[in-house]
């Protein structure tokens, strides 16, 4: 076979610089890519300023890690190449690249380590110049003592060129090898940015310097101000931060969402089959072979480097110490691989844990979804469909973190590579949140009201009042999106601190600190344990776990029959306390006075000796609770029992109040008519006990008097079936709500078996 080197290689353009960069949405996540590289190299401290120069503004971004050495810098310029392990942040080796040339049109790094200064000046201006379409990099490097970094005698040659390229280009204040003094300490990164980005040709800059000097924002008022203030997107970015983050000279103090919730609930779940369980399994012992390979060629590389007589002395000892100190690097992502392949709980078993709660302190920026994957943010705020179809979602909040061998993320970490896994995830948490809807609703507001706030007969009102006296005593008049929170009394941050607490972040023992009102420490200097009086860093005087309960598995009404797999959340009608009509109806004798499912039974109207119902309009039921009447559900009940498929039309449904409908349709099968109750909230109809279709046709007309509402429930079956991907139906057929839902009715009916038994 011949040599693959015979081949053409392929080369990238100036071009591809612009195109890649284009990956990125806006300057935030491309600034985030620069942090998280210093995250990734275990820094201690990151600074990211803006600096004024006789030419223009220009962005630095210095951090404290282990620093790039003259090798680390040469895979720069290969596109997605990096030594990174599954630990970290950035996976892709491409993240500085996308992240400096979109911010600006040239770049420099300078970095030290192992007592070498490298530099390395990405240049659209300097291509421009030599009007070159292939990219050249100058990558310059120094020993800390002074002598150039030549370890073969091709790198003597370009050295000069190399430096003289940088002077030219780079409008320097000073000296290119006196910047290194700005890294502290002997080791660390500096990243600057250089003719920054414009809204257009000559436009202003993307980013805003002026209007707050301690912050770097993005104008647009229809973003949240955690996407337009720099300082707000940073405190959030990672949740257990291990570097104190410095902007514009200020400490960025670490938030968590969690730390305003109320009523906070966990739950887990299986987001995985046995089959991808086992793949991501797989992908994770091929990973840790792979890195056992590569420890193993490094130290042959380590053997043979010293006899290699064209490197001289100095750079084989600088040699031997980085690739010590890559060794000792490997070996602790080893172990790290092996800690999380033996975790039963989050990896083994692919279980995920979601905390819900109610944000009480900014509901209207900080609700939603928030999904960090290896401890950095990926989505904020997202909004899945239980925000769209619930009125009262508004505060809603759910946070969940994943596994990046389960979940990897895209190459901007600002959304997921694979999306049906992800929405898969969003529907398990809108299944939860719905549940988690109804208990906060029927249980826990109730109480929380009447216990802390001492409201009176919470336990009474109705849905919408219910909320509104939640709101009100939280300072907003109003459970509208658009109204703004109050000043906290007194009394409501007492609540609040019972409720939520006071968190810090310690950045010694890196975790979570819930600090009382009688403890005493400095709010001006960055938090820490051991400033505490009295108290110890790691000392367990307090909780990492944010007190959040098991969400109970089902709502405490035994009437409510709410499913997690349902994917609508019904209202619960209470049949017990329905008002009794103005004339008392006779019940059946031997007829029991409850159903299956535990409702009371609708009663059974009179017969006349012809069979036929006697006419009982005149007696009207006392309507002020809007509850049906039984003489609805009867009426509905012999419809349905006469033709199921009428059930399925909600014209036909809506007739047959009047008695004035005939059904054509040919029957429906018993599991058919079952998915469509499930999809209804309801449990599935018994064949043993037809009677029981009174409760459920009952509750129907009740959770929906208008006939509006009506078809908004018949629009869930719709969702119930698009989720449900065994059907595997047409759901794009043209027309109204009632020819779509009947077009669906007879898919169902056709696509049964021939043998289906029971049909009604």
């Known amino acids: 076979m011949e040599d693959i080197t015979l081949l053409r290689k392929m080369s990238v353009t100036v071009k591809y610089l612009k195109s890649n960069s284009a990956v990125h949405s806006n300057s935030f996540s491309a600034i985030a890519e620069l942090t998280d590289n210093a995250s990734d190299a275990r820094a201690t401290n990151c600074y990211v300023d803006v600096v004024d120069t006789e030419w223009a503004e220009e962005l630095h971004v210095m951090d404290d890690g282990i620093g790039m050495s003259r ?81 073969r005698d091709e790198d003597k040659k370009r050295w000069n060129y190399e430096d003289e390229v940088i002077a030219q ?90 730390s305003k919730w109320v009523a906070r609930c966990v739950t887990h779940f299986d987001v995985l089959t046995k089959e991808e369980l086992k793949k991501s399994k797989d992908k994770l012992d091929k990973e840790q072979k792979e890195m056992e390979e590569g420890i193993e060629a490094k130290k042959k590389y380590l053997e043979s480097i010293n006899d290699k007589e064209e490197l001289t002395d100095t750079y084989k000892k600088d040699m031997e110490r980085q690739s010590k100190a890559i060794l000792r690097s490997d070996l602790a992502k080893k172990t790290l691989l092996e800690t999380r392949k033996e975790d039963p709980k989050n990896y083994q078993k692919g279980v995920i844990e979601t905390v819900y709660g109610i944000e009480v302190n900014n509901r209207q920026f900080d ?53 049906k896994a992800f929405n898969h995830l969003i529907k398990k948490i809108d299944m939860n949140l719905a549940h988690y809807y109804l208990y906060v609703t029927k249980t826990w507001i109730p109480n929380h009201l009447e216990k802390e706030w001492k409201v009176g007969n919470a336990r009474k009102m109705d849905k919408e009042l219910l909320w509104d006296k939640f709101w009100k005593v939280y300072g907003y008049n109003s459970p509208k999106s658009n109204c703004m929170k109050k000043a906290d009394s007194e009394e409501r941050k007492e609540i609040i601190e019972k409720e939520c607490g006071s968190w810090n972040y310690c950045f ?20 820490t344990c051991s400033k505490i009086l009295g108290q110890r860093c790691c000392q367990n005087f307090d909780s990492d776990d944010f007190h959040a309960i098991e969400l109970p598995k089902q709502h405490q009404d035994p009437r409510a029959e709410i499913r997690n797999r349902c994917s609508v959340v019904p209202e619960v009608v209470d049949l017990e306390n329905e008002e009794e009509t103005e004339e008392e109806e006779e019940e059946v004798p031997d007829q029991p006075s409850t159903s299956a499912r535990g409702a009371p039974r609708s009663p059974k109207r009179k017969m006349s000796n012809d069979g036929t119902v006697k006419n009982d309009s005149t007696k009207k039921a006392k309507s002020s609770n809007n509850k049906p009447s039984a003489s609805f559900s009867s009426a509905i009940s012999r419809k349905i029992r006469q033709n199921p498929a009428a059930f399925a039309r909600p014209a036909v449904l809506r007739a047959a109040k009047q008695s004035s409908s005939t059904a054509t349709n040919s029957s429906l099968t018993l599991r058919q008519l079952n998915e469509i109750l499930e999809a209804l909230g309801e449990a599935p109809f018994d064949p043993k006990n037809p009677q029981e279709i009174d409760n459920v046709c009952a509750r129907i007309k009740a959770v929906n008097e208008a006939d509006k509402k009506l078809e908004k429930n018949i629009e869930a079956v719709f969702e119930h079936l698009e989720d449900n991907e065994e059907h595997q139906l047409d759901l794009d057929h043209p027309g109204t709500v009632d020819e779509r839902f009947a077009n669906i009715a007879e898919q169902l009916h056709s696509r049964s078996p021939s043998s289906s038994p029971h049909t009604l």
């Open 508 to 527: 010694e023992c890196l975790k979570w600190k819930r600090i009382s009102v009688d403890m005493d420490y400095s709010e001006d200097l960055p938090f």
């Open 71 to 151: 090798q680390d810098m040469l895979n720069v310029i290969q596109l997605g190449k990096t030594k990174k392990g599954p630990e970290c942040i950035g996976k892709w080796g491409n993240g500085l690249k996308t992240g400096g040339c979109y911010l600006g049109q040239d770049m420099l790094v300078l970095s030290k380590k192992d007592g070498v200064h490298t530099a390395l000046f990405l240049s659209h201006s300097f291509l421009n110049a030599e009007g070159s379409e292939q990219i050249y990099v100058p990558i310059p490097s120094k020993y800390a003592a002074g002598d150039r970094c030549c370890p």
């Open 367 to 419: 609700d939603g979804i928030h999904l960090y994957v290896n401890n950095r943010l990926i989505h904020y705020g997202h909004k899945s469909s239980f925000f769209k179809r619930i009125q009262d979602s508004i505060g809603f909040s759910v946070f969940c973190e994943l596994d990046y061998a389960v979940f990897p993320t895209s190459q901007t970490n600002q959304g997921f590579k694979n999306l």
């Open 169 to 258: 280009h780079a409008e320097l204040t000073v000296p290119l090898w006196d910047m290194f003094d700005r890294i502290p300490g002997d080791h660390g990164t500096l990243v600057i940015i250089k003719k920054l980005r414009r809204a257009g040709q000559g436009g202003a800059l993307m980013l805003n310097f002026n209007d707050d000097k301690l912050d770097i924002r993005m104008e647009d008022e229809q973003m949240r101000p955690r996407h337009c203030s720099l300082r707000e997107y940073l405190s959030v970015l990672y949740r257990k931060p291990k570097m104190r983050i410095h902007l514009r000279g200020k400490i960025v103090e670490p938030r968590i969402f969690l």
